[in-house]
């Protein structure tokens, strides 16, 4: 394998991760990875929690120091963007006008959030969550006190909220659903969060429809106007209405698209030069029955080491992508935990003291156990994925 | 700032200065020492910063309840000098530390 050339498009948790287990694996040779992003690889999830009350600074977040670059040597490219792959000649082209030559190719483009589409949603407090910039921003704006809305009732939503509300300014959930992380957690979770965050003194707005933003284009905020006439009043607006991955770059070079980057078993696109990880990769999975997407540190790290193996071993020691998905989000002190795949289940089993907010709900679809979500059980959280990671198997379900 | 030797089951070792600040995970990972997965980064959920605190010249803050429920479900057994290494905090105080890296993390 020495003198093959393999290029990494996105730096972040998923392209970092390539990086270093290609050279854990003993791969040696040529390696460059590309961001877009000015900074080094950093640690996204602090972002919505440690990085936005302070507790983190940005140089906290880097997934690792600039000597292990070097010392790897691994030619890390950031604030560079990859506009073109020309698969005929195995070349990846930069936006400064570098070209690269690969033997393999691995696509890490992560994720770009939904934008809102009603008029002032340009406005420049009306703020997304994703990058380092952005929740520089963010942090900036919170170190006055603010009327915060925000827009999505979701993991990032209200990880937002919870640091906004923690450091002391006046926080409205806007949520078009009826009930908060519906497409992601159980009922009886969702009541748990509501509670937590109503408690709090956070206001939530359950079926409500964004109709405007509205206030001076060059001047202040007023508020958001929902769908009927109701105002929210606000200076700051965060939108937090979920992610598209980030496909241009593959759907340029004509590999197959659907909801994400098309892959097989071994993350391979339709060109099996060329791999797809991570927020951008639409892959089958043993705990799903149809290809899914999923937005994870987890998914990221776990398809970067299965893709690592399969490069450095050239195709010889590919093992399948396998991993327990799972997942965990912070709100306030609560650790709230999911693991396996539990959307479209139909029962559910709640286990322990829901009134202390130390529970676990086993997600069930017909006899099957697909997934278990715990609150303030980080132990159970673990054995629920030893569990799956045994039992979990749903191919045969398909 | 520290110096961590972490020792690693095959005997082999990595010292490494890390800063006030930091943690004995972070260390770890942001030099790309193996043995330590930090899965988490860092969120105290996962149990797999697993190590054996060897030789440490100031007391750690005690484990809390999340991480000592959490030292019960580590992949390799648990033992009196068991810690989760994102709950090890850097500061100035701390000089030198031994930790040994556990068999496995996963």
């Known amino acids: 394998m020495a003198g093959t050339p393999i290029v990494i498009v996105g730096a972040g948790q998923g392209g970092m991760q390539v990086a270093a287990s290609l050279r854990e694996a003993g791969f040696d040779g040529p390696l460059t990875l590309v961001g877009a992003e000015p900074h080094p690889p950093y640690d996204r999830p602090p972002l919505s929690k440690r990085y936005l009350n302070g507790e983190a600074d940005a140089a906290a977040l880097a997934l690792r120091t600039p000597e292990f670059y070097q010392t790897q040597n691994i030619d890390l490219r950031t604030g560079t963007r990859a506009v073109g792959i020309d698969r005929a000649h195995r070349v990846v082209v930069l936006d400064s006008g570098a070209a690269l030559l690969y033997e393999r190719l691995v696509l890490a483009t992560g994720s770009i959030p939904r934008c809102l589409p009603v008029p002032g949603a340009d406005h420049s407090d009306v703020l997304v969550l994703r990058t380092l910039a952005e929740a520089r921003s963010l942090r900036d704006r919170l170190a006055e006190p603010r009327r915060v809305a925000v827009i999505g009732a979701g993991f990032t939503g209200l990880e937002v909220a919870a640091a906004a509300r923690t450091a002391g300014h006046e926080v409205t959930v806007i949520e078009a659903l009826d009930r908060v992380l519906a497409r992601a957690v159980s009922a009886p979770v969702s009541r748990h969060v509501t509670r937590l965050h109503r408690g709090r003194g956070v206001s939530i707005l359950f079926g409500r429809r964004v109709e405007a933003i509205e206030g001076d284009p060059d001047g202040p905020l007023r508020g958001v106007r929902l769908a009927g006439g109701e105002n929210v009043p606000a200076d700051l607006v965060v939108v937090g209405i979920g992610v598209l991955p980030d496909t241009a770059l593959a759907e340029s070079a004509g590999l197959a698209v659907a909801d994400g980057v098309v892959v097989d078993e071994y993350l391979r696109t339709s060109d099996p030069a060329i791999h797809a990880i991570g927020d951008c990769a639409l892959f089958p999975s043993p705990y799903a029955a149809d290809p899914l997407r999923l937005e994870s540190v987890q998914n990221a790290v776990d398809q970067a080491k299965c893709v690592a193996q399969y490069i450095a071993g050239d195709g010889l020691a590919a093992q399948p992508y396998r991993a327990v998905p799972w997942f965990w989000t912070d709100q306030y002190s609560d650790k709230i935990q999911i693991a396996g795949i539990t959307t479209g289940h139909d029962r559910v089993e709640v286990l322990g003291e829901q009134e202390q907010g130390r529970f676990s709900v086993s997600c069930f679809r017909g006899d099957r156990l697909v997934g278990v979500e715990s609150i303030n059980r980080p132990a159970e959280h673990i054995k629920a994925r030893r569990q799956l990671a045994a039992t979990g198997d749903l191919a045969g379900a398909r | ?106």
């Not at chain 2, 701390?94 to 930790?99: F, H």
């Open chain 2, 1 to 106: 700032m520290a110096t961590i030797t972490y020792r690693h089951p095959d005997g082999t070792t990595t010292v490494l200065d890390v800063p006030s600040g930091s943690n004995v995970m972070r260390g770890a990972l942001a030099n790309g020492v193996e043995g330590i997965e930090g899965e988490c980064g860092g969120d105290g959920i996962c149990a797999t910063c697993h190590v054996y605190v060897e030789h440490c010249p100031i007391a750690f803050p005690p484990a809390d309840e999340n991480e000592d429920e959490l030292l019960d479900c580590t992949a390799s057994p648990r033992r009196d000098n068991s810690r989760l290494s994102c709950q090890l905090p850097i500061t100035d105080e701390l000089s030198t530390l031994v930790v040994l890296l556990p068999e496995k993390q996963v």
